[in-house]
């Protein structure tokens, strides 16, 4: 099937569906077909804007045979020269198959890797970070589990994030992240590597995991670090270990067992559906290669070099010298790279 013949069936079938919906179909049907327009809609109008562009590119050609009005043709040609790929470009960025986890709520997981409590250190600066873009981009950042270090360091730290295309715009976030810096508690100026490892799951909807409660083992014991007399008298932490998987979550952020409950069943959802996701992707070898990263956290896929005051994506090979705007959270312009190198090998592999 043609590009033409593509455009066609989209402009057909979002008239037949606005058709149906002004007949009055049923309840199932109404829905189905209402979130069926709402997603081919946005298309259907790029392709309306691409069409009446290349009627006007037809109608300067056609001028420019009149002396008297070649100038104008040939200005109008100018400008539909810049319009008319633009808007074809779009339109195929459109037509790429979308992860259906796009749109979805991501669960982030920070934890410190190689290099002791300069990773831990580091870790929760990044976890910050990540916490300061959410809020730039007016995101909810709910923290499901932050276990702190003696120095003040991350030992894990788990939050849910929730708004528009939080996965979409996190989820080449996943890896190794390097930090190379000289440690508060270094002595004599030697600048250390660590790292960090970074996870950035989708949120499962019940629909989408079937957990077996015969499937679960659940341990409850009492919560360790800060909180007082409660952390010594209340099991209120809960464990949760999946059988079939050996996947296990630990909660002890909050004070009732059923909300430490609730929070790592809601995390435990989320990995069991990435490894659904994962199992899928490793079947898809020609996807894979036309994505950015696997989205496994071993991974090493950016370093932060602060004596340089650099961050360099290593996928990319895209460098900043910007480190303390992205360690405020700044960072769109990384993200944005990522997003267009993916559309761009996505775009080459689909032969457009």
């Given amino acids: 099937m043609t590009l033409e013949q593509k455009l066609d069936r989209i402009v057909l079938r979002a008239e037949e569906l606005r058709a149906m919906l002004a007949a009055g179909v049923d309840g199932e049907r109404f829905v189905a077909a209402s979130r069926e327009l709402a997603e081919i809609e946005p298309v259907e109008q790029q392709i309306l804007l691409l069409r009446a562009a290349e009627r006007a590119r037809d109608e300067a050609e056609a001028a420019r045979v009149d002396p008297e009005l070649r100038e104008l043709a040939d200005a109008e040609l100018d400008s539909l020269r810049e ?18 986890a796009d749109e979805r709520p991501a669960i982030l997981e920070i934890r410190p890797a190689a290099g002791g409590d300069e990773a831990a250190l580091f870790a929760a600066e990044l976890f910050a970070a990540y916490r300061r873009y959410a809020d730039l981009r007016g995101w909810r950042f709910e923290i499901l589990d932050y276990t702190e270090t003696e120095l003040g360091g991350l030992r894990e730290g788990i939050a849910e994030i929730t708004g528009r295309a939080v996965f979409a715009r996190l989820k080449f ?4 992240h390097r930090v190379q810096r000289v440690p508060a508690t270094e002595t004599q100026g030697r600048i250390h590597t660590s790292t960090v490892t970074v996870a950035v799951l989708p949120e499962a909807e019940d629909v989408d995991v079937e957990v077996n409660e015969a499937d679960l083992r659940i341990d409850v014991f009492r919560a360790s670090g800060a909180g007082g007399q409660h952390v010594n008298k209340t099991e209120s932490a809960v464990r949760i270990t999946h059988l079939p998987t050996g996947i296990v979550v630990a909660m002890q952020e909050e004070r009732s067992q059923h909300k430490n409950r609730a929070k790592a069943m809601k995390i435990l959802r989320a990995r069991l559906y990435e490894q659904t996701r994962a199992a899928a992707a490793a079947g898809r070898a020609a996807d894979r290669k036309s994505q950015v990263g696997t989205g496994d956290r071993s991974e090493r896929i950016r370093t932060y070099n602060f004596p340089q ?18 360690m405020l959270g700044e960072f769109d312009e990384i993200i944005d790279a990522l997003t267009e190198e993916d559309q761009a090998a996505r775009l080459a592999a689909a032969g457009a």
């Fill in 83 to 100: 319009t008319l790929p633009r808007l074809e470009h779009e339109i195929r960025l459109a037509l790429l198959p979308r992860d259906a």
């Fill in 309 to 326: 005051g650099r961050v360099t994506d290593h996928r990319i090979n895209l460098t900043l010298h910007k480190i303390d705007r992205v």
């Fill in 173 to 176: 976030e996943s890896g190794v």
